[in-house]
DNA sequence: TAGATTGTTAATCGATTAACAATC
DNA sequence: TAGATTGTTAATCGATTAACAATC
């Protein structure tokens, strides 16, 4: 049974999740550069935002600023490390070996963050024992078994599309928190457990609906 | 010189685009299960819509449904198929040939929607002649060569992050239209290419906000 | 102090939804 | 015909922006 008319959350607004990482990747890269100082005017230069949302989303969550000066970086960068939840390490497990489940495992862009692939599970006999990420690959017959033991914060889905939901509602009976799905499937979820969707094709679908759009304007003129 | 308070096109809104990928998707699964026939209704119950936003969305591109009936779902899929643009053939390069670059190479999702990756280029010499779904890994070196040759209309960036700026220049400034962003960095582009992001950290720390949020709001209830 | 820039309010803009006449 | 469902309009809701008093 469906999630059905389900409200977004009244908490912040989804643009401003959204803008939140981007944030986050900017600063971590002045920090680096050495800038200690920056203006929301700057901050909006550089990711193509206006001035006065950055303001506006930062101030969503108290005020980090001051007046005449702007933001310090570090202590900003600090602040939206914690918003985002980056003062805790994160459990998650991941079912699909395969040419992207791969290539998420041995992902090291997060890995310092605090997210941990604690275990791999794959249907494919023929990947059982192989390591990824220092994780075994796993039977994916043991995937219930397996977060009824171990508490696990983020289930990644990079099974086949088939398969994805099917998985997805082992772990949620399970107690899993929130999905990564990697799958180009909308998945049934009941309302508490967080899925976030990360579709190649629908982005890449997005992208060529975009250029023909330019296309048919370049063409109109 | 980076673009400034940059209009979003007057076109469509930027919210239709993120869902027509979504319908595509579903109407293609509606029809592999043998259904003729789907209304706003049910179509939005699928999908975490409301009805009316299915109807709205799909009017921006005409009337494709009938009074007392609603859709036909191989006629819709036909319709949802040319407004993306999947009457055409893309061809695409990629460039950082590392496990997420192998991942997409390989990727079979969107090689039969007209996609086709025409050459793959790395810095790393040891891959160098190594295949990716048939295609041979080039020296990067040659990179600028090649896009002055052969046309492109997307070009794949997954390298890490400190050189995809200047991967991004380079087919820039000869003529690419648009690129698919993988590394965990904002492009600065003129204002006639498309970006299209695929940021997997992002993607990651918008679920681990999301997590955070929900278990602060359980914990004071 | 004078200059700069915040945080916030009010005004604007845009997107979603509810409702319904049109009609298959 | 009666029932169902579209496409669209008007009403609502929410997000972005411009402007400015507060103040470092």
Redesign the interface.
């Known amino acids: 049974m469906?999630?059905?008319?389900?409200k977004k959350?009244s908490?912040?607004p989804q643009g401003v999740?959204?803008r939140?990482?981007?944030y986050?990747?900017?600063l971590l890269?002045l920090e680096e550069q050495g800038e200690t100082r920056v203006s929301s005017a700057q901050l909006g230069?550089?990711?193509?935002f206006?001035a006065a949302q950055v303001r506006s989303d930062l101030s969503f969550f108290g005020s980090f600023g001051q007046q005449g000066y702007g933001y310090n970086v570090s202590d900003l960068l600090k602040q939206v490390r914690n918003?985002?939840?980056?003062n805790r390490v994160?459990s998650m497990i991941l079912i699909g070996a395969g040419?992207?489940g791969?290539?998420?495992a041995?992902?090291e862009?997060?890995k310092h963050?605090g997210?941990k692939i604690q275990a791999i599970f794959d249907v494919d006999t023929l990947l059982l024992g192989n390591h990824h990420a220092g994780c075994v690959i796993q039977p994916v017959w043991y995937l219930e078994e397996y977060v009824q033991k171990y508490p696990t914060?983020?289930a990644i889905i990079a099974t086949p599309s088939s398969a994805s939901q099917e998985v997805c509602d082992i772990v949620v009976r399970n107690g899993v928190?929130?999905i990564?799905n990697f799958s180009?499937?909308?998945l049934n979820v009941p309302d508490?457990v967080?899925v976030?969707?990360?579709?190649?094709?629908?982005?890449?679908?997005?992208?060529?609906?975009?250029?023909?759009?330019?296309w048919r304007?370049e063409e109109s003129s």
Chains 1, 2 share one sequence.
Request: glycine share 6%; net charge negative; no cysteine.
């Open positions: 469906s999630a059905r008319g389900r959350d908490g912040i999740v959204s939140l990482p981007v986050y990747r900017y890269e230069e550089g990711l193509d206006t918003i985002l939840g980056l994160y040419n992207l791969k290539a998420i041995s992902y862009n997060f963050m997210f914060d983020i928190a929130s990564w180009p499937v909308h508490h967080l976030e969707h990360m579709h190649l094709t629908d982005s890449l679908l997005r992208l060529s609906f975009r250029l023909n759009e330019k304007a």
